[in-house]
């Protein structure tokens, strides 16, 4: 279950261009790079003209991208149970 979802990148920071791309990380108890594929999937399948990047947040091992991602990281969904 996903707990939240963070936006994270040049979107998040408001310095992105038409094109750029949507980086979101996603945080929660058994969540794995397989959910965030499976997102990333539904993402492509859809009809957001965007290539849209889904992180598993647990899964990222350079430590300066998780600080980005909690300082400036905006959150686009929470579960209710979070």
């Not at 998040?12 to 996603?26: C, F, P």
């Not at 108890?29 to 993402?43: C, P, Y």
């Not at 849209?52 to 929470?78: A, S, T």
């Amino acid at each position: 279950m996903i707990d939240y979802a963070k936006l994270y990148g040049s979107r998040a920071k408001g310095n992105y261009h038409e094109r750029s791309d949507i980086d979101i990380a996603v945080v929660g108890d058994n969540i794995d790079r397989f959910t965030s594929s499976a997102l990333a999937l539904d993402f492509a399948d859809s009809d957001i003209p965007l290539v849209v990047d889904v992180h598993c947040f647990h899964d990222i091992k350079n430590l300066q991208l998780r600080d980005h991602i909690e300082r400036v990281g905006q959150v686009i969904y929470e579960s209710k149970g979070a």
